[in-house]
């Protein structure tokens, strides 16, 4: 009985450890199996879109640490840190128009603009000229610096009138106002003389609330300002402002009265004219003798009165010319136009 007792109890033992062994593998096996299966499964066309779309964000985001953001351009300050104020002008006779250029390499067709902060006006500068080559060249050489250190976005444009008719500056301002739109859609125009050249440049040409007068004096008058309610030389009017004015009249054909005609229409508008100070808004005119065919205008003021009668059909809008010529010379924009004949 001892005997046979002990092998039983060896057998039930060897039972046991073979049916753990049995377990163990049945275990082994399923898992390889799952395994197996598992990897063999195909992926949902949405967990493939997911997966992507995780590494399309993972990588963006990455592109973005590592992106450069620029810096963003800022405005000209209000006063340019590059005024000089009033300087010792200079008219020296052996000067010429590539001695101008050279002194203005970032000046293109006329057209300047700040590269290291955006200016805060965009001014167009209307020349009326007609064989007065050597005071453009002088206005030139000293108006371009000028505008310059203003930090002004500008571009200049030279109106010739065509032919030896009379001349008509206000009709010719009229031409390079509607011409210059044409390139930009300018905020601010400056009528300007070519024969005034500006000492300051802290008067500057940019436009105000109201029509602005920028030749308070002269070295011609002493400095003083031509006569009460004088709007003549240099003036500077707002795309709005002169368009609400219907611009210059076209029927002054000679020297003066145009100028007036200007000024009754902005008064007739409620507008102010506004000056700098005196000792600011100082000009040298460059003295010559009174141009052929630039005769002093014997009917302006019978013209004058009839301002208030004409000005919204006079103007702009009935502004006539024929465009014969664009040129665009590195100083200025160069326009030639047939603005036609006084009427008999």
């Keep these: 009985m001892g005997v046979c007792s002990s092998a039983c109890k060896m057998l039930r033992r060897g039972k046991y450890f073979f049916l753990l062994l049995l377990c163990l593998s049945v275990l082994a096996w399923i898992a390889m199996f799952s395994g197996d299966f598992v990897k063999s499964l195909p992926v949902s066309s949405v967990t493939t879109q997911a997966l992507a779309m995780r590494d399309t964000a993972h990588s963006w985001t990455s592109a973005k640490d590592n992106m450069i953001t620029p810096t963003p351009i800022q ?25 101008v250029e050279g002194e203005n390499k970032r000046v293109a067709e006329g057209q300047f603009e700040p590269s290291y902060c955006t200016a805060r006006q ?28 203003q930090q002004l976005h500008y571009a200049v444009y030279v109106i010739q009138q065509a032919g030896d008719v009379t001349f008509n500056r206000a009709k010719l301002l009229n031409v390079g106002y509607l011409e210059a739109l044409k390139d930009y859609n300018w ?26 007068h920028l030749v308070v004096g002269r070295n011609s008058t002493g400095y003083k300002l031509r006569y009460k309610g004088y709007f003549g030389g240099v003036t500077a009017m707002s795309r709005e402002q002169f368009h609400q004015v219907n611009g210059f009249s076209n029927a002054y054909w000679g020297w003066g009265g145009e100028d007036d005609d200007l000024c009754k229409r902005v ?33 302006s003021m019978k013209l004058l009165g009839r301002t208030p009668v004409v000005w919204k059909k006079d103007g702009l809008n009935s502004c006539s010319y024929k465009t014969l010529s664009v040129e665009r ?6 326009l030639t136009v047939d603005i036609g004949k006084p009427q008999s």
């Design 75 to 99: 405005a000209c300050p209000q006063k340019s840190p590059l005024l000089q104020g009033a300087l010792k002008l200079n008219f020296e006779p052996t000067l010429t128009l590539k001695d």
């Design 122 to 149: 965009s001014v167009a500068i209307l020349i009326p000229h007609r064989s007065r080559e050597r005071h453009l060249l002088y206005l030139l050489h000293h108006l371009h610096p000028f505008l310059q250190r």
């Design 187 to 212: 905020d601010c125009f400056i009528f300007h003389d070519v024969d005034l050249v500006p000492e300051n440049d802290h008067n500057l040409y940019i436009c105000d609330t109201q029509p602005k």
């Design 267 to 299: 008064e007739l508008q409620k507008m102010k004219i506004v000056r700098p100070p005196a000792g600011i808004a100082r000009y040298t005119m460059v003295f010559h003798k009174r141009d052929s065919g630039n005769e002093i205008n014997k009917d």
């Design 329 to 334: 010379p590195p100083l200025y924009v160069n």
